[in-house]
């Protein structure tokens, strides 16, 4: 499984990298968000792991960027901030598929948990329909 890791601070970057990595998950690291989906669109990953603020493209725009390409729309996202601000997990949760994560709050294993959980019910043979919500897959026939 492939984990995209994206934060513009090089060392909780590759905090999370070493913790996915050494837990059996390829990485692939984003120093921001315009980074991160230009990576997302040439592969695809499994998981989107991504901070909040970060210069050229925050995590939001991120992740409003993704569900809007089909190649990408349903991959799950888990976002991370130092702040553990209440607007951003409300704002976070409004989203389809994205978790949010405080760092220096979540333990290293709720993370690991965290993403276990989100690949094990990762969406498969969805579409998003123009006309739908874009938060709301729709199963194929």
């Known amino acids: 499984m492939k984990i995209l890791v994206a934060d513009d601070d090089k060392d909780q970057r590759e ?3 070493e913790l996915l990595s050494q837990n059996g998950y390829q990485v692939v690291e984003a120093v921001d968000g315009l980074d991160a989906l230009e990576k997302s ?6 998981l989107v792991f991504t901070g909040i603020i970060m210069p050229r493209m925050d995590g939001f725009e991120l992740i409003r960027n993704l569900r809007n390409n089909v190649a990408t729309a349903v991959i799950p996202v ?3 901030s130092h702040l553990g601000r209440e607007e951003d997990k409300q704002k976070a949760s409004k989203l389809l598929n994205v978790h949010f994560a405080v760092k220096g709050y979540d333990s290293p294993s709720e993370i690991l948990e965290k993403v276990k959980d989100l690949l094990q019910h990762k969406p498969s043979n969805l579409e998003l329909k123009p006309e739908d919500d874009e938060r709301q897959p729709r199963a194929m026939l």
């Open 15 to 17: 905090l999370y990298a």
């Open 41 to 46: 669109l040439q592969k695809p990953p499994d």
């Open 78 to 80: 888990i976002m991370f």
